[in-house]
């Protein structure tokens, strides 16, 4: 574990990165602001908007993990959801306050700093409580998983609010589906032919749903799920199914930051050795935290891959897939973790070196990218 005394100190991070975190196009923050004025340029009427109540797409979503279990007693899993609610409505990145969803005082924080109060209307209130609890459970606000599940609920906000396109949408849904079929076929392998190709995509479909638990009973007993949890791990199962796709498409980002981590990553002026150094232990300290946060992703999808292809490709025994399954919801949690401070710190140090103009930079802006990214992944 780096000394925390390499790093530039975190207030002082924020105060002058603020900006490049909060702007990041990552999937640890959702920039409820940003978009809302997307969704309102593209023509969005307020039954299009994302919530009912206007003050809350002033916010931006940040996830971000308990160092303490204490800060929220009871949580499901260690990956919070704060809102940031900024000073000046017209530049969240002046500053502003933030509060986890579930703390103490979140309500009260809420009808504070949004107006968010049953008296304006309990349905609004309820509505939107229900779409701040979805954020909440997701571990990381990924577009497509963000989309899947407010659907899922029949809340369905303007495009814009999704930086997802149509056929990027399709694409990946087509591929989760492609993954659920052999579920259904070994499942139901007592249908003859005709009535299980019938009834397949049908199945799928309800997979895809996870609501109709009484038409999915063979799967559910099939792979000795808890019919109350099933649910809960059939959306954790499509979580995980996403996840393995985006690992693809996030390997090349990871790659090329690790290069200039290694080659490039140097201060470029003249300064002290001992500055030099701390540098040089700070950015080291970087390359270990990438490598360990890629290592862990990719052991549990290497994990899962293998439980898949056990049962469904080489028709062995259910027993490793079974025991994904029942784990679903933790292996989910893990992986959004993991794979959205990637995306963030990559993010992080892309913004910043092209506001610079150059990946090589000098020893205070290095430093600071550095300590930034560090943090992130620690």
Avoid: C
């Avoid at 001992?274 to 970087?286: L, P």
């Amino acid at each position: 574990m780096l000394d925390s005394s390499k790093l530039v100190d975190s207030d002082k991070l924020s105060a002058l990165h603020l900006a490049t975190e909060l702007n990041a196009g990552s999937s640890r923050v959702y920039h409820v602001d940003r978009l809302h004025r997307l969704a309102q340029d593209g023509g969005g009427a307020p039954d299009d908007f994302m919530f009912r109540h206007p003050e809350l797409h002033r916010i931006i979503f940040i996830k971000q993990v308990l160092q303490d279990s204490r800060d929220l007693p009871g949580r499901f899993n260690r990956i919070g959801t704060k809102l940031y609610f900024a000073f000046n409505e017209t530049n969240a990145y002046e500053g502003g306050k933030s509060i986890f969803v579930g703390a103490q005082n979140f309500d009260d924080a809420l009808a504070f700093q949004a107006g968010f109060d049953r008296k304006r209307g309990v349905e609004d209130y309820i509505r939107d409580r229900d779409i701040i609890k979805i954020f909440d459970q997701l571990p990381s606000l990924d577009p497509f998983l963000l989309k899947d599940r407010l659907l899922a609920e029949g809340i369905t906000p303007h495009p814009a609010y999704f930086e997802i396109s149509q056929d990027e949408w399709s694409k990946i849904r087509d591929h989760v589906m492609l993954k659920f079929r052999p579920i259904v076929e070994f499942a139901f392998a007592g249908l003859d032919a005709a009535r299980a190709q019938a009834r397949l995509r049908m199945l799928v479909e309800k997979i895809w749903d996870a609501k109709d638990m009484e038409a999915l009973g063979p799967v559910i007993q099939a792979m000795e799920l808890d019919p109350e949890e099933a649910p809960a791990s059939l959306h954790a199962w499509k979580g995980v199914i996403y996840y393995d796709y985006r690992m693809v498409a996030l390997e090349a980002n990871i790659r090329r930051f690790a290069q200039w981590l290694g080659s490039e990553a140097e201060p470029i002026d003249l300064i002290p050795s001992a500055n030099r150094k701390i540098v040089g232990e700070v950015r080291d300290a970087t390359r270990t935290a990438l490598r360990e946060r890629w290592r862990k992703a990719k052991v549990r999808l290497d994990e899962y891959n293998a439980a898949y292809r056990a049962l469904f490709v080489d028709k062995k025994s259910p027993g490793p897939f079974i025991a994904f399954l029942g784990n679903a919801s933790d292996v989910f949690a893990e992986l959004g973790d993991s794979q959205s401070r990637l995306d963030h710190a990559n993010e992080v140090w892309r913004a910043v070196t092209d506001r610079h103009g150059t990946k090589r930079l000098k020893y205070e802006p290095l430093h600071h990218l550095l300590s930034l990214t560090y943090q992130i992944l620690a």
